[in-house]
Nanobody, 123 residues
Framework: QVQLVESGGGLVQAGGSLRLSCAAS????????MGWFRQVPGKEREFVAS??????????AYADSVKGRFTISRDNAKNTVYLQLNTLKPEDTAVYYC??????????????WGQGTQVTVSS
């Protein structure tokens, strides 16, 4: 079983930055792929970013809508994955979720989810 706890959301003006954190516990974090998704009311949960590695190679993927603005990273010593959000836009407003226990860009490909953290970007 895996427990994921997100933090770092908040209210920010357009053009601002936030750093989201996802603290993981319960299984071997360093061997787990991690993903970030977001969801707004009435819409499906959408992929934001993911990070995984095999051996010494790190594999990172981003949604086109956030590429160049968001950065995913992880600290295995702290069992934490981060999502740095820069140059935020009002359309980035959503509840952001971290996920593990899977790999890919679809929500159904992950088994474990955090409770989410709200990001609100004002214009």
């Amino acid at each position: 079983q895996v427990q994921l706890v997100e933090s770092g959301g908040g209210l920010v003006q357009a053009g601002g930055s936030l750093r989201l954190s996802c603290a993981a516990s319960g299984r071997t974090f360093s061997k787990s792929a991690m993903g970030w998704f977001r969801q707004v009311p009435g819409k499906e949960r959408e992929f934001v970013a993911s990070i995984n590695w095999w051996g010494t190679n790190t594999y990172i993927a981003y949604a086109d809508s956030v590429k160049g603005r968001f950065t995913i990273s992880r600290d295995n010593a702290k069992n934490t994955v981060y999502l740095q959000l820069n140059t935020l836009k009002p359309e980035d407003t959503a509840v952001y979720y971290c996920a593990s226990g899977g790999w890919g860009q679809e929500p159904h490909e992950y088994n474990y989810w955090g409770q989410g953290t709200q990001v609100t970007v004002s214009s």
